[in-house]
């Protein structure tokens, strides 16, 4: 089957960026500062994406790229003949099961957008905030179209293919992205009060690091760069032999951490404006859903129009932002039925966005309906997030580094890294390093944390 590549570097950056930045980096992120003391959190984050997350993409970067081949695909080819190519199995496993719920949340944005287009929030109080949550989180019906209508929008641009589909919409949405993000921050640092939200995310306090912090740092890193379930990896397979693997793993780690710490600079100033303190459940999951309706509304109570701009592009990003992450799981998937199972990548990708959204059906219902049915104690949505974020792509990470740093031939790896020798990359003993000591131990302590099985700090 003829395969296609990104068109250019740009695009390539653009694309991989767009995986990266979605609902981790603007809910995810300001929530898990909230919840874990602010600054310090912060540091602790960036730290997890210098050591853990840069190699790692370099990693996914260099499996795709060497193979050209769907992430199941791409670890027979390198490791014939072994079981390694379960590991690219787990990932498309875990990219189905995220994208089944991550619909369900992005499904959530859309109906805000359109909510705050027809200016639904204004003269609106706090208590209203929940019951709008509620009815759209709750309502089987809504909430299962918007689903719907996402897994639709997803799947129209990957069936256009890479180039005219993915690369095309990254290029155009990416930078309308970037613009919106710092006219918000511009709007909310300049707010009366949001000096006390400036602070709360520079003026680190060392003493609220603990082991929970450290993990949850890792975590975040991992979810927020999309690495562990071969996304990257089948993004890479349709780099081009001269594309800059070091290079583009960083650019796009700057990017997606950039976009976290300006959602940051986005909803705290604004959050403390208005006086709410980051405890309870002012800074939940809810945060964005429930705490920044009314906190847009009560910002520009003289200037009503700026509440609504406001608003209206605020969840308009989440969109965009949500929807270049759901396209990048889909085509994890997409690639790997269409090229495994010898099938034109039209119906490869009507089977995975069915699929999906027969899934993702009950994960929508889990908040209404179904939100008895427990699995393990958890709702479905709930279980699936946890199973997928926090035990699935720390296992994936551990393998991907294992497998580069143990079981491949270093020789072939530095051969590809370097593209075959035409450019220097000075810090390949401290890749291999990573790889090999440090990316594993940590991971795997985090896991061992997180399964409760060893605690190795409180
Ligand atoms: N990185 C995306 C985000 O921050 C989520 C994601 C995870 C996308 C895994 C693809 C794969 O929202």
Redesign the pocket.
């Known amino acids: 089957m003829e395969r296609e590549n990104f068109g250019s570097k740009l695009g390539v950056v653009l694309a991989a960026a767009g995986?990266?930045?979605?609902?981790?980096?603007i809910w995810?992120f300001p929530v898990e500062t909230g919840q874990n003391g602010g600054a310090a959190f912060i540091i602790v984050y960036l730290i997890c994406i210098v050591l853990l997350g840069i190699p790692i993409m370099m990693s996914e970067f260099f499996i795709g790229r060497s193979t050209h081949l769907n992430a199941a695909g791409a670890y027979r080819k390198l490791a014939p003949g072994t079981k390694w190519n379960w590991v690219g199995r787990l990932g498309v496993l875990t990219?189905f099961i995220?994208l089944s719920y991550?619909s369900v949340v992005a499904g959530w944005t859309a109906q805000y957008t359109v909510l705050s287009v027809a200016n639904y929030f204004d003269g609106k109080s706090a208590t209203d905030y929940i019951q709008i949550f509620n009815d759209c989180s709750a309502n089987p019906w809504l909430s299962i179209s918007a689903m719907l209508g996402f897994m639709l929008l997803t799947h129209f641009v990957v069936v256009r293919g890479v180039k005219s589909g993915i690369e095309k919409f990254s290029k155009v949405m990416m930078p309308a992205l970037f613009i919106i993000i710092i006219i918000l921050v511009i709007c909310s640092v300049s707010l009366p009060g949001a000096s006390k939200g400036v602070e709360y995310l520079l003026k680190p306090d060392f003493s609220k690091i603990d082991g929970s912090v450290i993990l949850s740092a890792m975590g975040q890193a991992f979810?927020?760069?999309?690495?562990g379930?071969g996304?990257l990896c089948t993004y890479a397979s349709y780099f081009d032999k001269d594309t800059n693997l070091g290079k583009t793993a960083f650019k796009v780690s700057i990017i997606?951490s950039f976009v976290a710490i300006m959602a940051g600079f986005i909803i705290f100033p604004a959050v403390f404006n208005i006086g709410y303190q980051l405890e309870g459940s002012d800074v939940g999951p809810s945060l964005i859903f429930i705490t920044l309706p009314n906190v847009f509304q009560q910002s520009f109570t003289s200037l009503p129009i700026l509440s609504y701009l406001f608003a209206v592009m605020f969840y308009f990003l989440l969109v965009v932002?949500?929807l270049t992450?759901t396209i990048?799981?889909h085509e994890v998937v997409t690639a790997y039925v269409s090229e495994e199972f010898n099938m034109i990548r039209r119906k490869a990708a009507w089977i995975v966005t069915l699929t999906c959204s027969f899934v993702g059906l009950f994960c929508a219902l889990s908040f209404g309906p179904l939100s008895n049915v427990k699995i393990f104690g958890f709702s479905l949505f709930d279980f699936f997030d946890y199973v997928s974020s926090n035990i699935f792509?720390p296992v994936g990470g551990l393998l991907i580094s294992i497998f580069i740093g143990w079981y491949l031939d270093k020789k072939y790896v530095k051969e590809e890294i370097t593209n075959g020798g035409t450019i220097r990359v000075p810090y390949f003993k401290a890749f291999i390093l990573i790889l090999r000591y440090v990316a594993p131990i940590a991971i795997g302590l985090i896991l061992l944390n997180q399964l409760g099985l060893f605690a190795f700090m409180k």
Request: glycine fraction near 12%.
């Open positions: 995986s990266a930045v979605g609902l981790g980096n995810r990219g995220i991550y979810f927020s760069l999309s690495l379930l996304c997606d932002a949500a992450s990048s799981m792509l």
